[in-house]
């Protein structure tokens, strides 16, 4: 089975503070994402990459950055956190173009 | 751009019922389009998925069809469980790339 693993599943964080989100896939995939979820407005896309050392913004990336050195970890960084990114973030994967994407379990960030 | 429309939830059903989702979407080219669940605390699985026109996606008792005159793969089952409570998300992945566009989610709660 595809393992996406994201390490922190509930953050609480003060505003202004950096924030570093991890996501680890075991498969060897070659694309791997960022979403945000918020009620009523579905999965938003905040970065994806399709290689390493590779990115692409996505619809929402203002007030985020992605790292992926690594082929299996793509990380998310919130460089100031403010009240208006807490939320669920989800990490995903997928092999390569128009292949199933697989998702992790999220990660819940409250910014107080 | 691309997007996805979901009917509005929730969506309350007693056991046995049967179940409608509808998702219409907009996109150019051929999209493969999927349905995800989430069920409580968890992040999103793969329900099924459909990748071209007329396509029938199926698992777990729940069925969708690629209809490209009318734009829609509206999500099916015949008796639903107490254990199918849990947000459905309607999805594309567009036919150039690997990124998902995503509806709002359906909110179900099935009663005994």
């Known amino acids: 089975d595809v393992k996406v693993t994201q390490s922190s599943r509930y953050l609480v964080k003060r505003t202004g503070e950096k924030v570093f989100l991890e996501c680890v896939q075991d498969?060897?995939?070659?694309?791997m994402f960022w979403y945000r979820q918020d009620p009523g407005l579905g999965l938003r896309l905040i970065y994806f990459s399709y290689d390493v050392k590779m990115k692409e913004k996505g619809d929402i990336p203002e007030g985020y950055s992605v790292s992926r050195e690594k082929k299996e970890r793509f990380s998310l960084i919130l460089e100031s956190a403010s009240t208006n990114q807490t939320s669920m973030y989800l990490c995903a994967s997928s092999p390569g173009l128009r292949n199933t994407i697989y998702f992790g379990e999220g990660s819940w960030l409250t910014v107080v | 751009g691309d997007s996805v429309t979901q009917m509005e939830g929730p969506v309350t059903l007693s056991e046995e019922a049967f179940l409608t989702i509808n998702c219409t979407y907009t996109a150019t080219g051929y999209p493969s389009l999927f349905w995800y669940v989430q069920y409580p605390g968890e992040g999103l699985q793969l329900l099924l998925k459909?990748?071209?026109?007329?396509d029938k996606g199926s698992n777990k008792g729940f069925e969708a069809t690629y209809r490209k005159e009318t734009t829609s793969f509206h999500l099916e089952k015949g008796s639903v469980q107490v254990s199918d409570s849990a947000v459905y998300f309607c999805?594309?992945?567009?036919?150039?790339?690997?990124?998902?566009?995503f509806g709002e989610g359906t909110q179900l709660t099935v009663n005994p």
């Open positions: 459909a990748t071209k026109a007329d």
């Open positions: 999805a594309l992945q567009e036919t150039s790339g690997s990124r998902l566009t």
């Open positions: 498969m060897d995939h070659e694309n």
